[in-house]
């Protein structure tokens, strides 16, 4: 049996088995953030697919409006002026093959990892080291690019790359408890949306399962999805 801490019992006497309105579950998620340190707010979807067949993966990126809350450092590959042009656009660390080996004794110093299209050969060689820690570059997570400008300026302003697991849930952080509901709220309706628009081609029958919400250290809070996906943005603020 997994013990429960009295804190956590308490809280979770605060959450009815019901599904809230996404701006009231947001309030409730504020309210049992507790933790003595600034927690993330995070939303868990399962969807009704199963990703183990190419026409039900999901795998994209989300532009949160109001930001992650983070600060993300940025490390990018590159080749001749391009290296140029990463660190002019803000990038954290940048580098060519060098960067490759340094990374492959164990620099791992950063949040997010772009690379060019022409240095992806020598990329691969990492794919062992940064697959497990989600770091890998991929066309997918916008973070193979030529216009590495713009990915810089995307990431460090709140883009995030999130996937479905092997059981067909999603787990994204879509801000901090810091954040006011109505941020939040508009946070996790660019979230809904993206998650529609890129349903699957193999999804079948219902998509969405259920939807939870919670702070990182907080009880789990179910969101009527229905409602969040009828909400329209000038309601969200």
């Known amino acids: 049996m997994v013990k429960i801490s009295r804190r956590l019992q308490t809280l979770q006497a605060k959450v009815e088995d019901k599904d809230y309105h996404p701006l009231e579950a947001l309030a409730l998620l504020k309210d049992t953030a507790t933790a003595k340190f600034v927690e993330a707010a995070e939303a868990h979807i399962r969807l ?21 809350g983070q600060i993300v450092r940025v490390a990018v590959i590159a080749r001749g002026e391009k290296v140029n042009e990463a660190s002019n656009a803000g990038a954290d660390i940048v580098g060519s ?32 080291l940064l697959g497990p820690r989600g770091l890998m570059p991929s066309p997918k997570g ?7 400008a713009s990915a810089i300026a995307e990431f460090k302003a ?19 408890t810091t954040f006011s509901p ?5 946070n996790l309706k660019a979230l809904q949306e993206t998650v529609d628009r890129n349903r699957p081609s193999g999804a079948k029958g219902r998509y969405w399962r ?4 919670s702070a990182t250290m ?20």
């Open 218 to 237: 907080g009880p789990s809070i179910k969101i009527d999805v229905t409602a969040l996906r009828d909400l329209k943005l000038s309601e969200a603020g």
């Open 142 to 148: 916008g973070t193979v690019t030529f216009d590495i």
């Open 210 to 213: 259920t939807f939870y919400v």
């Open 48 to 68: 009704g697919i199963d990703p183990k067949y190419t026409d039900q993966q999901l795998r994209t990126t989300v532009a949160l409006p109001k930001g992650t």
């Open 97 to 128: 093959e060098e960067l490759i080996d340094e990374i492959q004794k164990g620099r791992m110093d950063f949040d997010k990892l772009i690379a060019t299209p022409d240095v992806m050969p020598q990329v691969a060689k990492l794919g062992k």
């Open 182 to 186: 109505e941020d939040l709220l508009i």
């Open 158 to 176: 709140g883009k995030l790359e999130f996937r479905a697991d092997r059981t067909g849930i999603v787990h994204v952080m879509f801000g901090k």
